[in-house]
């Protein structure tokens, strides 16, 4: 009788490749899969980066469905695929697959990461719209504002909805998003640009 090879979990991998630098292909991949398995299965990878256990759902979110011809699907996913692949390789030879990570202990240390990348884009995107440094100076004044109270709002949200158990990131991404928004059309009455998260 052929038995099925035991599971023994899964792994959250990063692989660089040269044809797709400086962004990385996020797979899961079962924790016996080897490195040498890994680099004869995808040719041409230059770097595996480990993550932690914590990066599950992000990496869900990133992940390349290979069957379904599923890539990068909005600006989000552009964005932190080469933020996250680029923050990892500038900590080359450090691993993170190991269980509690002082890094990345919790999947919401890993939300607040990303979601980080994503405001502060969407504020440097938007300063360089503006010419004169005075005008910028405000700008970059009201949106430093604009992100506090967002983090405050979000925080508190989080909170109130602990006890429903976590969002898929997702889900999670859309809503603090359209939360900061909304902060940035309180101190500046619109927003200068509205990136959307497109499935």
Not at 62 to 84: M, P, Q
Not at 124 to 133: A, I, N, Q
Request: charged share 25%; net charge positive; glycine share 6%.
């Amino acid at each position: 009788m052929l038995l099925r090879p035991r599971c023994h979990g899964h792994q959250n991998v990063i692989l660089c490749h040269v044809g797709c630098a400086p962004s990385g292909i996020f797979l899961q991949v079962y924790q016996r899969d080897t490195e040498a398995y890994l680099r004869s299965k995808y040719p041409g990878v230059t770097n595996i980066i480990y993550l932690p256990p914590s990066f599950s759902n992000v990496v869900n979110y990133l992940r390349v469905d290979f069957d379904n011809g599923t890539f990068g699907r909005s600006h989000y996913h552009v964005l932190l695929n080469k933020e996250i692949t680029s923050y990892f390789l500038n900590l080359s030879g450090v691993r993170f697959d190991s269980l509690g990570s002082d890094l990345f202990p919790t999947e919401d240390s890993v939300e607040d990461f990303c979601l980080n990348f994503v405001i502060e884009d969407y504020i440097k995107v938007t300063l360089e719209l503006l010419r004169g440094g005075r005008a910028r100076r405000n700008y970059l004044n009201k949106l430093t504002a604009a992100k506090e109270q967002w983090m405050i709002r979000r925080q508190l949200r989080l909170n109130q909805e602990r006890y429903l158990g976590g969002n898929s990131f997702d889900v999670e991404i859309k809503r603090s998003c359209a939360e900061f928004y909304t902060e940035v059309r309180k101190v500046l009455g619109s927003c200068p640009i509205r990136w959307h998260s497109i499935n």
